[in-house]
């Protein structure tokens, strides 16, 4: 089974630049969508960003287009999403997951089947 572990989270100020890591436990992990998805207290898991196994095709959600980066490092079997300019706004526990089959999971969780336990990250001055 696929095994997924999320590291990078931790205590930013606004404006800060971490960049969370995704690595996973599988080879095939290489020809697998994975995606980035948060929830933050009270509030539904929501979809971040997902790129496909080849790294082609990129989704985000309006809310960080031009500031998230997703990418992947297929030699280090490592998804990253590179957070910049963060607000107060994107402090939420970030998950990595990625669907059972090749297929693109795209941004909705429901197409998801495999986990990581997540990485906090709090924005906060």
């Known amino acids: 089974q696929l095994q997924l572990v999320e590291s990078g989270g931790g205590s930013v100020q606004p404006g800060g630049s971490p960049r969370l890591s995704c690595a996973a436990s599988?080879?095939?992990?290489?020809?697998?969508?994975i995606g980035w998805f948060r929830q933050a207290p009270g509030r539904e898991r929501e979809a971040v960003a997902a790129i496909s196994g080849s790294g082609n095709s990129k989704e985000y959600i309006d809310s960080v287009k031009g500031r998230f980066t997703i990418s992947r490092d297929h030699a280090k079997n490592t998804v990253y999403l590179q957070m910049d300019n963060l607000k107060p706004e994107d402090t939420a526990a970030y998950y990595c997951?990625?669907?059972?089959?090749?297929?693109?999971?795209?941004?909705?969780?429901?197409?998801?089947?495999?986990w990581g336990r997540g990485t906090q990250v709090t924005v906060s001055s």
């Open positions: 599988d080879l095939s992990f290489t020809e697998h969508t």
């Open positions: 997951a990625s669907p059972y089959t090749t297929m693109w999971g795209g941004l909705r969780p429901d197409q998801y089947d495999y």
